[in-house]
């Protein structure tokens, strides 16, 4: 029998990864995570009004713990409603031991975290010092209650208007909840988000499944601001929200501007958005980063028509980034679901760009997923466009995260880019990953033609192509049930690449622990090895040799070959929640034939309910014989929510290196329900690594919804 070459294997595995796609029975599955329903519920236990069907499945507010049992025996699939009057919650609990389910109906308004039982905490934000909580098992027990935001007090007296009914099922047991929106909130009709933590209770096995504060229920030491769920559907039909701007630079030049934003919903679960001339000016600047690599930093995405997206752009091979794309003229996007599809596109006409020399050029993306449960396959593809002077460059690839047995995955992708190469333009990488509680392994073959990252770096992100790699990772977390320690984790990465000629040009060797206190601090130890062929570095170094009889002293030439790369970083982390973060780090070692030393220090704090505040402080020494140097970078931001309507933002970054400073203020206030008036003070633009001009601008912004 003729053996397929690993290209032809790879193409083989996707296209049958498509036919399984399209195959595939459609489960529901969308991106909103609250769908509005015009029908009151009739609350039984069973999931049975059509609408349930509809609802996304709205686990993002389940994450996992560090101390659960496998999360995918316990799915815990959720759906919340809402309407005018009340929100709705409905929980199918998977259970693969249904007959083993603890419950009892004794007690009402106790704590029935020794049953199985879901617990929803609500923060209603109109009370600053409690929040709300529900609680419900298989068999019809209840308890609420109100406790306060620094976890001390639990009032049980407190009676909620709610309804809840439990019952076991073939697969393990569900629930409905409908809670009044009038006991949440002191005017229901403008209430339009609330924060939201759910948790399930597992007793039999020691398992609790949460997000934010319940860990179990009503551990605040882990206190955060919690996820916010919107109940505000999307409105079907237009609205188209105008703004005018004046631009008021250093020297008094004024430039005065105008756009609009319009969005129109297909459904509660389609829609699209138009912008012309949008607002980027404005947006907070990039932040600044230390960079001891040759290649591109990725950078997250501030602008807010591109945030909107979906998330699944973001595969191991990356074949698009909004980041390539500049100010616009216009762009329309849309995203939607369809069952258990879901799909997005844009198209964008960028500005020309005379700094750089470039026309205006038009960007268009298209993506579609197929997603189901957790422990159901994922597929997916992407294509990305750049149009530019009648010239197309570009990329599209599929994606597929197959399960093959309990535990077991194989993920998979595979692309072609087309433009100004046409030859060593491919690209794929295959590999299976095993997960369990205490255990994580991966193998991943990863191949990126000589001129692939060319062409995809016009839409994606390729930092580095010419290899043909294997990455590869074990991961085991070793519990501890006595003393301060609460988890110790061994951290191993190797990974290894050749050029597509079989030179071999890196390897690298990751070995580290991971130190978890009970008291939530955190202590981390890593070693780095790296071998790197001298491909970016080719200046000649001046070198002394010594004389002997043949020849005098002298000083000569040298091209250094390869480098061979070490350090070491130590790193203590204080994780009480996302607002109550402090950590410290140290990395010291030889970087392309340098030695350095980097001191970071960060922080995130919530300093009252309205007051937040993140700090970045980062010092890098770098030396060898012939020179020394050092930056500092400091990143400052504070956000004050003064009230419902009123938002002030300060931004502060400077880097010693470049001598660069941004400084942004900004000042949002809501003339609801018309519109928005924002100021903001910037001094300072530019990319990161590059100080730009240091110039004062203000901008003056005014926008109106219809």
């Given at each position: 029998?003729?053996?397929?070459?690993?290209?032809?294997?790879?193409?083989?595995?996707?296209?049958?990864?498509?036919?399984?796609?399209?195959?595939?029975?459609?489960?529901?599955?969308?991106?909103?995570?609250?769908?509005?329903?015009?029908?009151?519920?009739?609350?039984?236990?069973?999931?049975?009004?059509?609408?349930?069907?509809?609802?996304?499945?709205?686990?993002?507010?389940?994450?996992?713990?560090?101390?659960?049992?496998?999360?995918?025996?316990?799915?815990?699939?959720?759906?919340?409603?809402?309407?005018?009057?009340?929100?709705?919650?409905?929980?199918?609990?998977?259970?693969?031991?249904?007959?083993?389910?603890?419950?009892?109906?004794?007690?009402?308004?106790?704590?029935?975290?020794?049953?199985?039982?879901?617990?929803?905490?609500?923060?209603?934000?109109?009370?600053?010092?409690?929040?709300?909580?529900?609680?419900?098992?298989?068999?019809?027990?209840?308890?609420?209650?109100?406790?306060?935001?620094?976890?001390?007090?639990?009032?049980?007296?407190?009676?909620?208007?709610?309804?809840?009914?439990?019952?076991?099922?073939?697969?393990?047991?569900?629930?409905?909840?409908?809670?009044?929106?009038?006991?949440?909130?002191?005017?229901?009709?403008?209430?339009?988000?609330?924060?939201?933590?759910?948790?399930?209770?597992?007793?039999?096995?020691?398992?609790?499944?949460?997000?934010?504060?319940?860990?179990?229920?009503?551990?605040?030491?882990?206190?955060?601001?919690?996820?916010?769920?919107?109940?505000?559907?999307?409105?079907?039909?237009?609205?188209?929200?105008?703004?005018?701007?004046t631009r008021i630079e250093s020297g008094g030049e004024t430039e005065p501007g105008a756009g609009i934003d319009a969005r129109y919903a297909f459904s509660q679960q389609t829609g699209g958005r138009l912008v012309v001339y949008p607002d980027f000016a404005?947006?907070?600047?990039?932040?600044?980063?230390?960079?001891?690599?040759?290649?591109?930093?990725?950078?997250p995405e501030k602008r807010d028509f591109f945030q909107d997206g979906p998330d699944y752009y973001n595969r191991p091979i990356e074949l698009f980034y909004t980041k390539r794309i500049g100010d616009l003229?216009?762009?329309?996007?849309?995203?939607?679901?369809?069952?258990?599809?879901?799909?997005?596109?844009?198209?964008?006409?960028?500005?020309?760009?005379?700094?750089?020399?470039?026309?205006?050029?038009?960007?268009?993306?298209?993506?579609?997923?197929?997603?189901?449960?957790?422990?159901?396959?994922?597929?997916?593809?992407?294509?990305?466009?750049?149009?530019?002077?009648?010239?197309?460059?570009?990329?599209?690839?599929?994606?597929?995260?197959?399960?093959?047995?309990?535990?077991?995955?194989?993920?998979?992708?595979?692309?072609?880019?087309?433009?100004?190469?046409?030859?060593?333009?491919?690209?794929?990488?295959?590999?299976?990953?095993?997960?369990?509680?205490?255990?994580?392994?991966?193998?991943?073959?990863?191949?990126?033609?000589?001129?692939?990252?060319?062409?995809?770096?016009?839409?994606?992100?390729?930092?580095?192509?010419?290899?043909?790699?294997?990455?590869?990772?074990?991961?085991?977390?070793?519990?501890?049930?006595?003393?301060?320690?609460?988890?110790?984790?061994?951290?191993?990465?190797?990974?290894?690449?050749?050029?597509?000629?079989?030179?071999?040009?890196?390897?690298?060797?990751?070995?580290?622990?991971?130190?978890?206190?009970?008291?939530?601090?955190?202590?981390?130890?890593?070693?780095?090895?790296?071998?790197?062929?001298?491909?970016?570095?080719?200046?000649?170094?001046?070198?002394?040799?010594?004389?002997?009889?043949?020849?005098?002293?002298?000083?000569?030439?040298?091209?250094?070959?390869?480098?061979?790369?070490?350090?070491?970083?130590?790193?203590?982390?204080?994780?009480?929640?996302?607002?109550?973060?402090?950590?410290?780090?140290?990395?010291?070692?030889?970087?392309?034939?340098?030695?350095?030393?980097?001191?970071?220090?960060?922080?995130?704090?919530?300093?009252?309910?309205?007051?937040?505040?993140?700090?970045?402080?980062?010092?890098?020494?770098?030396?060898?014989?012939?020179?020394?140097?050092?930056?500092?970078?400091?990143?400052?931001?504070?956000?004050?929510?003064?009230?419902?309507?009123?938002?002030?933002?300060?931004?502060?970054?400077?880097?010693?290196?470049?001598?660069?400073?941004?400084?942004?203020?900004?000042?949002?206030?809501?003339?609801?329900?018309?519109?928005?008036?924002?100021?903001?003070?910037?001094?300072?633009?530019?990319?990161?690594?590059?100080?730009?001009?240091?110039?004062?601008?203000?901008?003056?912004?005014?926008?109106?919804?219809?």
């Amino acid at each position: 029998m003729k053996k397929l070459s690993l290209k032809k294997s790879a193409v083989l595995f996707f296209c049958l990864s498509l036919l399984r796609l399209v195959l595939a029975d459609q489960t529901g599955m969308t991106e909103n995570l609250a769908l509005k329903t015009d029908k009151p519920i009739d609350i039984d236990g069973i999931l049975s009004e059509p609408v349930w069907g509809k609802a996304p499945d709205a686990g993002i507010f389940f994450q996992q713990g560090p101390s659960e049992e496998d999360f995918d025996r316990f799915n815990t699939e959720v759906k919340i409603l809402y309407d005018d009057s009340h929100v709705y919650f409905g929980f199918l609990s998977h259970d693969p031991e249904p007959d083993k389910i603890l419950g009892d109906t004794i007690r009402i308004d106790g704590d029935l975290r020794d049953t199985d039982s879901m617990y929803i905490l609500i923060d209603a934000f109109d009370d600053p010092a409690s929040f709300f909580f529900f609680s419900i098992n298989f068999l019809g027990a209840k308890s609420d209650g109100k406790i306060s935001k620094d976890g001390q007090t639990a009032d049980y007296e407190w009676d909620g208007d709610w309804e809840a009914v439990g019952r076991r099922t073939d697969f393990g047991w569900s629930a409905e909840v409908a809670v009044e929106r009038g006991c949440l909130f002191e005017d229901p009709a403008e209430s339009e988000t609330l924060g939201l933590s759910l948790a399930r209770i597992v007793p039999r096995v020691g398992s609790t499944f949460y997000s934010g504060p319940l860990d179990p229920p009503f551990d605040f030491a882990q206190i955060a601001p919690l996820q916010e769920l919107s109940l505000v559907g999307l409105e079907l039909g237009a609205s188209i929200s105008p703004h005018v701007i004046t631009r008021i630079e250093s020297g008094g030049e004024t430039e005065p501007g105008a756009g609009i934003d319009a969005r129109y919903a297909f459904s509660q679960q389609t829609g699209g958005r138009l912008v012309v001339y949008p607002d980027f000016a404005t947006v907070e600047p990039d932040e600044e980063r230390i960079n001891l690599t040759p290649f591109e930093l990725y950078l997250p995405e501030k602008r807010d028509f591109f945030q909107d997206g979906p998330d699944y752009y973001n595969r191991p091979i990356e074949l698009f980034y909004t980041k390539r794309i500049g100010d616009l003229y216009g762009g329309a996007r849309f995203q939607g679901a369809a069952g258990s599809f879901v799909f997005s596109g844009m198209s964008a006409q960028t500005k020309k760009q005379e700094d750089f020399g470039e026309s205006s050029a038009n960007f268009s993306v298209f993506s579609l997923e197929k997603k189901g449960s957790p422990s159901s396959a994922i597929f997916g593809l992407t294509a990305a466009n750049k149009l530019i002077e009648s010239q197309n460059t570009g990329t599209a690839g599929v994606y597929s995260d197959i399960p093959i047995m309990r535990n077991l995955r194989l993920s998979g992708q595979f692309a072609v880019s087309y433009g100004d190469h046409n030859k060593g333009n491919l690209a794929f990488f295959l590999g299976p990953s095993y997960d369990t509680k205490t255990f994580h392994m991966h193998l991943h073959y990863i191949h990126l033609g000589e001129n692939f990252g060319d062409n995809v770096n016009q839409v994606g992100f390729i930092p580095d192509d010419n290899r043909r790699e294997l990455d590869s990772a074990i991961h085991i977390t070793f519990p501890l049930k006595h003393g301060l320690l609460s988890q110790i984790k061994y951290l191993s990465n190797y990974n290894i690449y050749w050029g597509m000629d079989g030179t071999l040009r890196s390897w690298r060797i990751d070995q580290g622990f991971d130190f978890i206190l009970r008291s939530k601090f955190n202590l981390s130890a890593t070693y780095t090895q790296e071998y790197v062929l001298n491909e970016y570095f080719l200046e000649p170094e001046l070198i002394f040799l010594p004389g002997d009889s043949t020849k005098p002293a002298r000083w000569a030439k040298k091209y250094i070959k390869d480098f061979r790369n070490d350090r070491v970083k130590l790193q203590s982390l204080y994780w009480a929640s996302t607002w109550n973060t402090f950590g410290l780090s140290v990395t010291a070692g030889r970087n392309f034939k340098s030695f350095f030393q980097v001191y970071e220090i960060f922080e995130k704090l919530k300093i009252t309910e309205k007051l937040f505040t993140e700090w970045n402080f980062c010092f890098l020494k770098y030396e060898d014989e012939r020179f020394f140097k050092s930056t500092t970078i400091h990143i400052l931001k504070f956000i004050y929510n003064v009230n419902r309507n009123l938002t002030w933002k300060l931004f502060f970054q400077s880097n010693k290196a470049i001598k660069k400073i941004n400084f942004h203020v900004m000042c949002l206030y809501n003339l609801r329900p018309v519109g928005t008036i924002q100021f903001v003070y910037q001094k300072g633009t530019a990319a990161p690594g590059v100080k730009g001009t240091q110039d004062h601008t203000l901008f003056v912004k005014l926008s109106r919804k219809f």
